[in-house]
């Protein structure tokens, strides 16, 4: 799709917002109206304006894509206007919108169903979807959908279950066609005309042996374009990439980008075919990490809802709310250590948040390469000293020239030649520190099993604004006063 027909889509999808916010206003204010009238009639009137807007709404959402019916609700501001337009849903398609969903807002939703309707909504999606959508539910729901499924699907819900949420296994799927290694292809063309309908996207069919284990894949154009005699055994892909189920979701996310993969199978520890991991999948997660990274590096939880009750959101900032304040108090005592020199030189208050702010940009750039350097796995025990040799020596490079610049600024403000001085050294100074900060605070989260982008900002401002006070006022106290 071209920039163009985005463009076009997503202003299609901001008009059916604005559609359907109408209508529910609507729906609201002629409630309104009703309930104003006598009591009896203001009943009889109400409850055939809302058949008729419940009408509107079903009738606006009916050829709405479950990713787009998800768009709308998760712009709706009040909780009111998502459970009115969530009701009109049918439960067939309930499942699939909820799978699109926020985290957050699926979670309300989740909370305000009734057991069966979720035994409903669950009822219409694959196993593996279900397992998805697991985490997401209440535990006695839980048990009330898996009493609903066959023995098959109940076993392809426990095994994706038993995965890590970060491993392939979580992410694959059980809609495969699959076919022996000793037939030929005029077999396996018969064997897919019998199916009613393939898998999607189907790019490949994957070869087994009588044990399951897989020996190859049979890519879809080999399998059209040879002749009907071949044995499959000749035409198979037998050097395949494959990826096993405790496989880092991650690699996984690097290898569809690297090869341009649609699908890729999936075997678990004996080499037996597990499931299959497509595209689809990839981009999902690409896509939540992507919308998922902000969040982080402020410290706030992934599914938090913009538009979630003041309280609950409120909760979920706290933690890294009462951290900032910790470290902003150890900054405070840094610079109370240094009133006196403060109430001798006046300008020292003025100048200080420049050398805090110009250090902070310099750590944030480079935490920024960090996470990404982590997440890639570019860095290693090998290379980890040249990447801390390089941003030391982009930082003193830069520490040295806008030292020099802010040196000259700060001299040409207020005339004191080492008043400047200390300024330019403290710039250069603190961007060293901010450099060694941006390495070390994002190895240090990972290392500890932490997702480096969390909270990476919050523990680089106290380091930027911490040591550039200290430094800053120290050489202060030395040089001008001492």
């Avoid at 799978?99 to 989740?110: D, H, I, K, M, T």
Wanted: glycine fraction near 6%.
């Amino acid at each position: 799709m071209d920039e163009q027909h985005v463009e076009l889509y997503q202003r299609s999808l901001e008009a059916t917002l604005e559609e359907i916010l109408a209508l529910l206003d609507k729906q609201q204010l002629e409630r309104d109206v009703s309930l104003r009238q006598s009591h009896g009639q203001g009943e009889l009137v109400g409850a055939l304006l809302m058949r008729q807007h419940r009408g509107e709404l079903e009738r606006r959402t009916v050829r709405m894509h479950p990713a787009d019916i998800a768009f709308v609700l998760e712009r709706l501001p009040e909780e009111q206007e998502r459970e009115a337009l969530w009701d009109v849903i049918p439960a067939t398609r309930r499942g699939g919108v909820l799978l699109e969903l926020a985290e957050g807002v699926r979670e309300s939703l989740v909370a305000g169903m009734p057991q069966q309707d979720i035994v409903d909504a669950a009822a219409h999606l694959e196993s593996d979807e279900i397992a998805w959508l697991v985490p997401s539910l209440p535990k006695d729901a839980v048990a009330a959908v898996m009493s609903q499924l066959d023995q098959r699907d109940r076993s392809q819900v426990r095994e994706v279950l038993s995965f890590p949420e970060d491993t392939v296994g979580a992410l694959m799927d059980f809609d495969m066609v699959t076919v022996r290694d000793d037939v030929d292809v005029e077999v396996v063309l018969r064997y897919l005309r019998r199916h009613k309908e393939l898998p999607e996207p189907f790019d490949q069919v994957f070869v087994v042996d009588h044990d399951a284990v897989l020996v190859g894949v049979l890519r879809l154009r080999d399998l059209l374009t040879n002749d009907p005699d071949t044995p499959v055994s000749e035409i198979m892909v037998r050097d395949a990439l494959v990826f096993s189920t405790h496989d880092p979701a991650d690699e996984a996310v690097r290898a569809f980008e690297r090869y341009d993969l649609v699908s890729a199978p999936v075997v678990n520890l004996h080499r037996r075919l597990a499931g299959v991991l497509h595209f689809a999948e990839v981009m999902d997660l690409i896509s939540e990490k992507a919308e998922n990274q902000p969040l982080k590096q402020v410290g706030l939880n992934e599914d938090e809802d913009l538009f979630a009750p003041v309280l609950q959101s409120a909760t979920h900032r706290w933690p890294w709310l009462g951290l900032n304040l910790l470290t902003a108090l150890v900054a405070s005592r840094v610079i109370g250590a240094f009133e006196a020199t403060i109430q001798q030189q006046v300008a020292l208050a003025a100048l200080m948040p420049i050398v805090a702010s110009i250090g902070g940009n310099t750590g944030n750039q480079t935490v920024a390469l960090m996470i990404r350097g982590i997440a890639l796995e570019q860095i290693s025990s090998a290379s980890l000293g040249v990447v801390i040799r390089k941003e030391v020596s982009i930082a003193a490079v830069n520490g040295l020239m806008w030292g020099v610049i802010i040196a000259l600024a700060s001299l040409a403000f207020y005339g004191q030649p080492m008043l400047s001085t200390v300024m330019g050294v403290a710039v250069a100074v603190n961007l060293l520190i901010a450099a060694l900060a941006g390495v070390f605070i994002p190895l240090a989260l990972n290392a500890v099993g932490r997702d480096p982008a969390h909270g990476s900002s919050v523990l680089l401002t106290f380091v930027t604004d911490s040591m550039g006070f200290l430094v800053f006022l120290g050489l202060a106290a030395i040089w001008i006063l001492g």
